[in-house]
């Protein structure tokens, strides 16, 4: 029986693909294997937001060849999408397939002989239609995640993305009710609706409302106890959306609310389609229907042309939102963005201490947060043994609070209602009751 291995960089939408393409592969009978030992076949699912993931790549790329002189390398994803004539010209590299036509992944390792080379990548500027990539197990995991939309339009002055994923197209509502279905079957309780701009879902369909009209449908899937959204674009939630979302008891008290900046001057640069002002009408606006929501967001530090005085104002509108924690990126110039040729690039000791003080705020407003549930009750999802302390598990609340409770017993997968007693760094430690 031939062996294939994974490797994934990335986000939880490559994570997803991976997952069904191994189904595939599982399907044609091969056994998957860790990415450090010998395989017939590596799949590499490539991430290209940054020059640092086209660089992981290829280095896997390399390790990949030595570990088996005579396997098959299939190079997968959005790297391999925007770069496939340099991808096929690393040694090593049989076959390249884009963000498309990888349910056809086992056909081409099939057909594919050691020293041929296969370019599979098309224009995904003209693809139109979701491929439909669904997943039925997911091995080791209490949380599905599950790909609801592909491609974006938005065109983010610093992203690569949307030339990587292509336009959006919408996955149907009747293949996401059957894959939440089928998963709920398999045991899982929650499922991470995700995508590469989920708030575009059902842009590209007929009908009002569609994103918000999918969730009751999802939410209407018995046995199914939550439902937790990835990233969302601010301008989605207009009071007709959240008014509606409140009225579903799974979904889950978490909203990822991207911002990137809180100076207007540099989400202007950044092509991004709110003001700090909007931004802040829809901030108070979730809290009127959800009072203690977990809200965590991006940030972009050392943009093109960002001042001491855009840096100083995106930290004070940071703190007046009080995220319950915060994810700080220092700008990365990609090439074939608009952002990487712009004048008054930052330079790299400027993005390291705009980084520094921004963790360090991000690290104060989460324990604010986690503090106010000292003493609550709430349910808790246990995923695994803890890695951090020995003899404790770990799980989540809706509201995405990290908790670590003692105990003997095998916890994976189980809800149980949790004391939570005092804050530890990232995580609460807690009792069972």
Request: net charge negative.
């Amino acid at each position: 029986m031939k062996k294939v291995a994974f490797h994934t960089l990335g986000c939880k939408v490559n994570q997803y693909e991976t997952q069904a393409m191994t189904e595939l592969f599982e399907k044609a009978n091969f056994t998957v294997v860790p990415d450090s030992e010998v395989a017939d076949v590596y799949v590499i699912n490539t991430c290209t937001v940054t020059n640092i993931g086209d660089k992981k790549s290829r280095q896997f790329i390399r390790r990949a060849k030595k570990n088996n002189p005579h396997s098959i390398i299939a190079v997968v994803g959005c790297y391999a999408q925007t770069a496939p004539k340099e991808v096929l010209e690393i040694e090593g590299v049989n076959i390249v397939v884009g963000t498309n036509e990888r349910g056809k992944i086992v056909e081409f390792v099939e057909q594919c002989q050691i020293n041929e080379k296969i370019n599979a990548v098309d224009d995904i500027m003209q693809v139109k239609e979701f491929e439909e990539l669904s997943v039925q197990e997911i091995k080791g995991k209490t949380r599905a995640f599950l790909k609801i939309q592909e491609g974006c339009n938005q065109y983010c002055a610093y992203c690569i993305i949307p030339y990587a994923r292509g336009p959006i197209r919408s996955r149907k509502a009747t293949d996401i009710i059957k894959e939440v279905k089928t998963l709920v079957a398999n045991g899982f309780q929650e499922v991470v609706l995700t995508g590469i701009h989920v708030a575009s879902y059902g842009k590209d369909l007929e009908g009002e409302n569609p994103l918000i009209n999918l969730l009751k449908q999802v939410n209407a899937v018995e046995g199914l106890k939550r439902i937790r959204l990835s990233s969302l674009e601010p301008t989605i939630i207009t009071e007709e959306f959240i008014s509606e979302l409140v009225t579903l008891d799974k979904i889950c008290q978490h909203f990822h609310l991207s911002l990137q900046s809180g100076s207007d001057a540099v989400l202007k640069r950044m092509n991004r389609k709110y003001t700090t002002e909007e931004y802040r009408q829809i901030v108070t606006r979730i809290r009127k229907y959800y009072p203690k929501i977990a809200l965590t967001t991006d940030i972009i530090v050392g943009f093109p042309g960002e001042t001491d005085e855009d840096f100083e104002t995106t930290y004070q509108f940071v703190e007046e939102m009080a995220f319950s924690d915060i994810h700080v990126f220092k700008f990365s110039p990609r090439k074939g963005t608009p952002a990487a040729d712009f004048p008054d690039q930052v330079n790299g000791v400027k993005k390291h201490h705009r980084s520094e003080r921004l963790i360090a705020l991000g690290q104060k407003m989460r324990e604010e947060y986690q503090r106010q549930f000292i003493g609550e009750i709430k349910e808790v999802l246990f995923e695994s043994n803890s890695k951090e302390m020995s003899g404790y598990s770990e799980g989540l609340t809706e509201d995405y609070l990290k908790v670590l409770v003692p105990t003997t017993e095998e916890l994976e997968g189980k809800f149980k209602n949790v004391l939570l007693d005092y804050v530890k760094e990232e995580y609460i430690i807690g009792k069972i009751i």
